[in-house]
């Protein structure tokens, strides 16, 4: 990055006519925004701060296509002050610090405004981050960055806190409709002579996830390639031109952890509907089919447990019949595995437990074993009295004795609570029978 900051270069170069579809419809003004009502609406807290000229330290938090740049574009067109901006890739440490000099030199000297916006802010490391946080807090200039990824993991802590949180939604399909249908009055597409169907623009929106980038390039890609005899363009013409819809799924993203979290308190929750609907957008949107299956196995356990422990079995075996099978065939045994499970009996009593056992360990002092049930491998280890007083369960028609196998400071700690559900309500009728065998053997001893 070279030159000054208070070059009079324009922060937007005029649009070619021959720019994609998505740059030329981009909106001008605030009013041309589709969507964004919650944001952009008379009063609300966005519109006021760009009207007025009194923008905030923000970031813009949303999906692709949702308006954050747009509306980066708008503040720079309305503002006072100077818009400069930033890139991940070509701007160095020196070149930020360079520039926030000779922005800080500017309010000091002439009171003059910077607003700085960074797009694809995450991808920003630690330390160019840093770059931009004295600044920020002088009141040097006004940070604005847009990001697809959640801040609170991608920016640092201490700029996020500086700054106005901003969630830009994804568009609802009827508005990415109103985005299309004005593109079809663009004079490029109007030329083409391409009609367009609306059960095809329903196709597009729908297959959008919300992004109107996406949308308006699709549409692009059906006017260059249609021809004017195939009039009109329907669902099944746009298919085929469009072969395969691209999914918003980041394996490394948010949306990832979203979708997977989605899966899991679906079969949690018994829904064998959606568990296959978001079983099948991970695997469609290129997840790795063998991450799904150790999900699984830990759904089976967690959730299901010893009210059907088939489940841990049979998520072992899909296991290895997606190693085995590899996609797209064992997508069915998938499918059949997180159907089992949200139709299992569920007990999470195993995971409750372990972690009550977990958080004793941590937190307790850890006492010794009781001697009794030591190893006693070694004539001294005996001599010292390990293992003595040891009874042998197998030699009990109860199958269990008086002796008491936790330490002395938690005799009688109950970290496994079986529910009345499934086979595990044998298994707790099964304990209770064995507590309850020796407290009767402790009673006559006494």
């Not at 009171?111 to 981050?129: G, M, S, Y």
């Not at 002579?193 to 729908?206: P, R, S």
């Not at 293992?387 to 269990?400: L, S």
Request: glycine residues 6%; proline residues 6%; hydrophobic residues 40%.
């Amino acid at each position: 990055m070279t030159g000054s900051l208070f070059d009079d270069a324009a922060f937007e170069p005029a649009t070619p006519a021959d720019a994609p579809l998505p740059e030329r419809l981009r909106p001008q003004s605030l009013d041309d925004i589709v969507g964004l009502a919650e944001l952009l609406g008379p009063g609300r807290f966005l519109r006021n701060a760009i009207e007025n000229d009194r923008i905030p330290s923000m970031i813009f938090w949303g999906p692709p296509g949702s308006g954050k740049t747009t509306l980066a574009r708008i503040i720079a067109r309305t503002t006072r002050a100077r818009f400069v901006t930033f890139s991940a890739t070509s701007s160095s440490i020196k070149d930020i610090k360079t520039l926030m000099e000779e922005a800080r030199r500017a309010r000091q000297t002439r009171n003059a405004k910077t607003i700085v916006f960074i797009d694809e802010i995450h991808r920003f490391n630690k330390a160019q981050q840093d770059a931009f946080l004295s600044y920020v807090e002088a009141g040097d200039i006004t940070l604005i960055g847009a990001t697809t990824e959640n801040p609170s993991f991608e920016v640092n802590s201490a700029l996020l806190s500086r700054s106005k949180v901003v969630v830009i939604p994804p568009l609802e399909r009827e508005e990415v409709i109103v985005i299309l249908q004005r593109a079809l009055a663009d004079t490029a597409v109007k030329k083409s002579g391409i009609e367009v169907t609306e059960d095809a623009m329903q196709f597009m929106a729908a297959t959008s996830a919300g992004d109107a980038r996406q949308a308006l390039n699709s549409l692009q890609l059906v006017v260059e390639t249609a021809r004017p005899e195939e009039n009109p363009i329907d669902v099944e013409k746009v298919k085929q031109i469009l072969q395969r819809r691209s999914l918003m799924y980041d394996k490394s993203g948010e949306e990832h952890y979203n979708i997977i979290s989605a899966l899991h308190k679906s079969m949690r929750n018994g829904d064998a509907d959606a568990a296959v609907y978001w079983l099948v957008r991970m695997l469609e949107g290129g997840e790795d089919p063998l991450y799904i299956a150790r999900r699984l196995v830990r759904a089976a356990s967690e959730d299901v447990g010893n009210a059907d422990p088939q489940a841990l079995v049979l998520a072992n075996a899909v296991k290895e019949t997606v190693h085995f099978l590899g996609m797209p065939e064992a997508g069915v045994a998938l499918t059949q595995l997180v159907t089992y499970i949200a139709a299992a009996p569920k007990s999470n009593a195993a995971y409750v437990g372990y972690g009550e056992a977990v958080r004793e360990v941590r937190q307790g002092d850890n006492p010794p074993v009781p001697p009794h049930i030591r190893n006693a491998p070694t004539r001294l280890m005996k001599d010292l009295g390990y293992g003595h007083g040891y009874q042998y369960a197998h030699e009990f028609q109860e199958q269990t004795t008086a002796m008491e196998c936790l330490p002395e400071s938690l005799a009688g700690h109950r970290f496994y609570e079986p529910k009345d559900v499934g086979y595990e309500q044998q298994i707790r009728e099964r304990l209770e029978q064995m507590r309850a065998a020796r407290e009767k053997m402790r009673g006559k001893k006494k």
